[in-house]
C-alpha cells in the first residue's frame, strides 16, 4: 500500500485570502500531494471559561473578527483551480448549518467540464474529482 500525502489548508487569519490559498493549494497539486483539506468555524467565542488543549496559553489562536474560508465554498473553488488533487472538509460543523444546503453545497460545482474520472461526493471523505469538478 502506498502512503499517501495530505495537508489541512490554513484557510484562516491571514492566509484566508484566495491568492494565498491558491498558490498553496496549487503547488501541493504539482508536488504530487494526495489530498488537501479546510476546516470549518462559524463561530469563534469572545471570551472561553475553558482552556484550549492545543495551545500553551490555553486561549484560542484567532479572535472572533479573524476571517476564516466557509469550507464548502473553498473546497468547489480549490477544486476548479487544481488538476489532480483531492479536496476535503477536517470538520465540518453541521448542527449550525441548513441540512439542505450543506447536501448540496458540494454537488454544485458551478457548470464546469465533465469527465471519465467519476466519482460520488461525500461529507465524510475527501470530495473525489467528479464530472462538477473537472477541469
Known amino acids: 500500500m502506498a502512503v499517501k500525502i495530505g495537508f489541512s489548508l490554513q484557510g484562516r487569519g491571514v492566509l484566508a485570502d484566495r491568492d494565498a490559498i491558491t498558490t498553496l493549494a496549487q503547488r501541493a497539486d504539482a508536488l504530487g500531494c494526495d489530498s488537501i483539506w479546510v476546516t470549518d468555524r462559524l463561530l469563534i467565542p469572545v471570551k472561553s471559561a475553558s482552556s484550549y488543549p492545543y495551545s500553551v496559553t490555553g486561549a484560542f489562536p ?16 480549490l477544486a476548479t ?3 489532480r488533487i483531492h479536496v476535503g472538509i477536517s470538520v465540518l460543523v453541521i448542527p449550525y448549518r441548513n441540512p439542505v444546503v450543506t447536501a448540496k ?6 457548470g464546469a467540464k465533465s469527465s471519465p474520472r467519476s466519482a460520488s461526493a461525500s461529507m465524510t471523505a475527501p470530495i473525489a474529482r467528479s464530472s462538477i469538478f473537472a477541469s
Open 62 to 77: 484567532l479572535g472572533p473578527d479573524e476571517p476564516w474560508l466557509e469550507p464548502l465554498t473553498a473546497i468547489t473553488y
Open 81 to 83: 483551480i487544481t488538476r
Open 105 to 110: 453545497a458540494p454537488a454544485s460545482g458551478g
